[in-house]
């Protein structure tokens, strides 16, 4: 390996070294310095940045627009290149090189929105500002029980829209063992397995919420057949992707599912990547 190969490698290994240590936030924050001329990205990096900002100050954040970019970018980004700069000219062969270089990595960092939001403030179903308004004005003031209720920004939401609402967050908090954000609690989340969650609270409440149960757990089945069983008259509202990352394929194929009065809930509760989340009355 001759020097100037050497010193190639130890370049890409600093700059590496430098985007593991940046933070996500930080990088998108590089990213909409050097992106700044083209709107298309621009708009998509300053709608993370201000979710972020919002969640970061205890407050929902508003949806999102799919957070993928478009599909003639690159076809954009060199018609600007080349409005700006005549053809072949070096500062913008440098540019169009830095523009390149940067798409793919911007992508990742697009696409990785929901895994920084579990990561950095433990929220899993995206639970945007207009969507809890029209799920507080479905539930129309009825008691609810929130089972799995993680960091509790749903029942945060609907204790802020209707302070009067009987709202009981709750949560095994046994996840919290290894995600920290988990002592992050946005309101007061009463430690409760789904299960005696329920048996406590299930004859003082119309609705159980039941938010993303993880798809290698048949929590969501035990929480379904104790519902059948002994509290026929609670309706149970499930958050989650039909058949794909959240609850178990089991309780897809059994749980009898409804979306009859949902349907402006489901209007806002807008995916802004690949996973499809939805409200379902399940039974």
Same mark, same amino acid.
């Given at each position: 390996?001759?020097?100037?190969?050497?010193?190639?490698?130890?370049?890409?290994?600093?700059?590496?070294?430098?985007?593991?240590?940046? @933070? $996500?936030?930080?990088?998108?924050?590089? $990213?909409?310095?050097?992106?700044?001329?083209?709107?298309?990205?621009?708009?998509?990096?300053?709608?993370?940045?201000?979710?972020?900002?919002? %969640?970061?100050?205890?407050?929902?954040?508003?949806?999102?627009?799919?957070?993928?970019?478009?599909?003639?970018?690159?076809?954009? %980004?060199?018609?600007?290149?080349?409005?700006? $700069?005549?053809?072949?000219?070096?500062?913008?062969?440098?540019?169009?090189?830095?523009?390149?270089?940067?798409?793919?990595?911007?992508?990742?960092?697009?696409?990785?929105?929901?895994?920084?939001?579990?990561?950095? $403030?433990?929220?899993?179903?995206?639970?945007?500002?207009?969507?809890?308004?029209?799920?507080?004005?479905?539930?129309?003031?009825?008691?609810?029980?929130?089972?799995?209720?993680?960091?509790?920004?749903?029942?945060?939401?609907?204790?802020?829209?209707?302070?009067?609402?009987?709202?009981?967050?709750?949560?095994?908090?046994?996840?919290?063992?290894?995600?920290?954000?988990?002592?992050?609690?946005?309101?007061?989340?009463?430690?409760?397995?789904?299960?005696?969650? %329920?048996?406590?609270? @299930?004859?003082?409440?119309?609705?159980?919420?039941?938010?993303?149960?993880?798809?290698?757990?048949? %929590?969501?089945?035990?929480?379904?057949?104790?519902?059948?069983?002994?509290?026929?008259?609670?309706?149970?509202?499930?958050? @989650?992707?039909?058949?794909?990352?959240?609850?178990?394929?089991?309780?897809?194929?059994?749980?009898?599912?409804?979306?009859?009065?949902?349907?402006?809930?489901?209007?806002?509760?807008?995916?802004?990547?690949?996973?499809?989340?939805?409200?379902?009355?399940?039974?």
């Amino acid at each position: 390996m001759n020097k100037k190969q050497l010193k190639h490698l130890k370049k890409i290994a600093r700059q590496n070294q430098q985007k593991e240590q940046e @933070g $996500y936030i930080d990088q998108l924050k590089r $990213y909409a310095q050097l992106f700044d001329g083209i709107p298309q990205i621009k708009l998509l990096i300053n709608n993370v940045l201000e979710s972020d900002r919002l %969640i970061q100050q205890g407050l929902l954040p508003q949806p999102l627009p799919k957070l993928l970019l478009p599909d003639n970018i690159q076809d954009v %980004i060199y018609q600007q290149v080349q409005a700006k $700069y005549p053809p072949h000219d070096k500062k913008g062969d440098q540019l169009w090189d830095q523009y390149t270089k940067a798409l793919p990595q911007l992508d990742k960092l697009l696409r990785n929105y929901r895994d920084y939001l579990e990561d950095r $403030y433990g929220m899993w179903s995206y639970v945007n500002a207009t969507y809890i308004k029209a799920l507080s004005e479905y539930l129309d003031g009825a008691p609810v029980l929130e089972i799995m209720a993680g960091n509790g920004y749903i029942s945060a939401g609907l204790q802020n829209l209707n302070p009067g609402q009987k709202v009981y967050p709750t949560d095994s908090k046994d996840w919290t063992k290894e995600n920290q954000t988990g002592r992050h609690d946005v309101t007061k989340v009463e430690k409760l397995d789904a299960l005696s969650a %329920i048996q406590k609270y @299930g004859h003082d409440v119309q609705y159980v919420i039941m938010s993303w149960s993880p798809d290698k757990l048949t %929590i969501d089945m035990d929480v379904l057949n104790l519902i059948r069983q002994d509290y026929p008259d609670l309706h149970l509202l499930v958050i @989650g992707e039909k058949n794909g990352a959240t609850d178990s394929p089991q309780f897809w194929k059994e749980a009898h599912l409804s979306q009859k009065g949902l349907e402006k809930v489901n209007q806002q509760l807008k995916s802004f990547d690949l996973i499809d989340e939805q409200i379902y009355l399940a039974s």
